[in-house]
Nanobody
Framework: QVQLVESGGGSVQAGGSLRLSCAAS????????MGWFRQAPGREREWIAT???????STRDSVKGRFTISRDNAENNLYLQMNTLKPEDTAMYYC??????????????????WGQGTQVTVSS
């Protein structure tokens, strides 16, 4: 079992930045793939980025260049640095985790473990 707790959400104006964190606990050893997702009201949940245990990353085109995923394996923390935020980035942001190889991590976005989410609101 893996427990995930997100933090760092909030309200910012367009053009601002936020850094989301996700603390993982429980059985976090091995090749843990981790990712960020978001869901806006009335819309389906969408994948943002994933990072494998080898630190390779994959990022959604619409946020590439603005959002950066990273991890601290020693502390079992996952991060999402979000810059140049836009109103359309407003959503609940979730971190997710599961064990998989690097290739599967970046192509199969089916995760078993999810956090409760942290709200990000960007005003124009």
């Amino acid at each position: 079992q893996v427990q995930l707790v997100e933090s760092g959400g909030g309200s910012v104006q367009a053009g601002g930045s936020l850094r989301l964190s996700c603390a993982a606990s429980g059985y976090t050893y091995g090749g843990l793939c981790m990712g960020w997702f978001r869901q806006a009201p009335g819309r389906e949940r969408e994948w943002i980025a994933t990072i494998a245990s080898d630190r390779t990353t994959s990022t959604r085109d619409s946020v590439k260049g603005r959002f950066t995923i990273s991890r601290d394996n020693a502390e079992n923390n996952l991060y999402l640095q979000m810059n140049t935020l836009k109103p359309e980035d407003t959503a609940m942001y979730y971190c997710a985790a599961d064990w998989s190889s690097s290739s599967v991590c970046h192509t199969n976005h089916a995760f078993r473990y999810w956090g409760q989410g942290t709200q990000v609101t960007v005003s124009s």
